[in-house]
């Protein structure tokens, strides 16, 4: 990195233009290269911050995923085939999405101005949000529901995780074997049932080695993926999944693709942990590479609603949660083929609105607030301002 202002009793030199640090979920850029901008189709390797058509596409498919699932949680107990699908999609969506959030998180360091991102585009979303959800069940329900900061609620665990990742990412970056050490730790998480519920810490854990697989990618790891053998492949594999997924339904418990509880937790030896995380790990990067050879790498309509999945995500729960609270899940046409296809076609359709631009605009307040006043000007950034201020012509 350049350094942030001229040393004492040294000539002043240009200084590189300030860059924007990731999202709170990283947007699909590259760290800034002093190389111009290529044209062309963009690329995961592409200098100069552009987005890549890919990642977006991959982005809002997984958010997509993620809402159809939660919808389908009340109603799988009645269908073995939707319990089965519902296995397959829960092995690998949060698995993608968190592997692409470790790969744009490798640029990370402890910069005063990308902390400052962390803390508005992550911290800030947490408390608004974890205070949110019990208020919305109170304010639905007439219930009482207590607000604790210490305990995530509903779908606010990941960014307590990000947040902790994120912090973590140089430390990964010294480790010889980030990734094997990762999931040694996630290992001895799911044996570990004292951990408790503190921060959700069990999640933190034992999705850890997601997080720190991709920070360890490089663009060509997505290129290999991406071939057209591996799509085709990639049809036969997941019909397997679903086949598994469907044999599976009564002999498995499906909390264990969760990852929020010890072994000792689901009634299994404590030996089982570590073996369930490496067959799960598995599992879930097959799962995950097929995702990724499916997800078109060219811009398409949806493309652009990759860059507010973080809205999809932590709004679509109010969706969900007033459904669930109002009785709508248990309307028995709903819990038929064609209710659960309807229920699902509504929720994808839900999520998508919940990542266009307008609903950005109105809830960015609090989910990229700027927050100019809560920091401290860095020396870097006040001689960018006095630079820019010297060079700027005189009447």
Not at 223 to 246: E, H, K, M, N, T
């Amino acid at each position: 990195m350049f350094d942030a202002a001229s040393s004492p009793g040294q000539s002043r030199r240009p200084l590189p233009p300030a860059q924007s640090p990731a999202d709170g979920v990283p947007a699909p850029r590259t760290p800034s290269s002093p190389t111009s901008v290529r044209k062309g189709p963009a690329r995961a390797d592409r200098p100069g911050g552009q987005r890549d058509a890919f990642f977006d596409n991959a982005k809002y498919l997984a958010i997509v995923l993620v809402a159809m699932g939660h919808a389908w949680e009340p109603l799988k107990g009645d269908s073995r085939i939707l319990e089965g699908v519902y296995t397959v999609v829960y092995c690998f969506h949060m698995p993608a999405f968190i592997i692409i959030s470790g790969y744009f998180s490798r640029g990370f360091d402890l910069r005063p101005d990308r902390l400052k991102r962390l803390i508005t585009g992550v911290v800030v979303p947490y408390v608004v949000f974890e205070t949110a959800y019990p208020l919305f069940k109170n304010l639905v329900t007439g219930s009482h529901e207590e607000i604790s900061l210490l305990d995530p609620w509903y779908l606010t665990w990941f960014l307590v995780a990000l947040f902790i990742w994120r912090l973590t990412t140089p430390i990964w970056k010294l480790v010889r074997s980030p990734f094997a050490v990762a999931l040694g730790i996630a290992m001895l998480a799911s044996a570990t049932p004292n951990i408790g519920d503190d921060l959700d810490l069990q999640r933190v854990l034992q999705f850890l080695p997601y997080f720190v697989l991709g920070l360890c990618m490089k663009p060509e790891h997505f290129q290999l993926v991406r071939r057209r053998s591996v799509r085709i492949a990639a049809v036969p594999v997941f019909a397997a999944a679903l086949l598994v997924g469907w044999w599976a339904v009564p002999r498995m418990n499906t909390a264990w693709f969760y990852h929020r509880d010890a072994a000792q937790e689901l009634a299994a030896p404590w030996w089982s942990g570590p073996v369930m995380t490496l067959a799960l790990m598995g599992c879930s990067l097959l799962l995950t590479a097929c995702f990724f050879a499916w997800v078109p790498g060219r811009r398409t309509w949806f493309t652009a609603l990759g860059a507010g999945t973080l809205y999809g995500y932590l709004l679509h729960g109010f969706l969900v949660k007033f459904a669930d609270y109002r009785g709508w899940f248990d309307h028995p046409w709903l819990h038929h083929p064609l209710g659960e296809i309807l229920v699902t076609l509504l929720f994808a359709a839900a999520v998508t609105v919940l990542c266009t631009k307008p609903v950005r605009r109105v809830f960015r307040c609090v989910m990229e607030p700027r927050m100019e006043w809560a920091f401290r000007q860095d020396a870097g950034e006040r001689a960018r301002a006095r630079e820019k201020h010297e060079q700027a012509p005189t009447a």
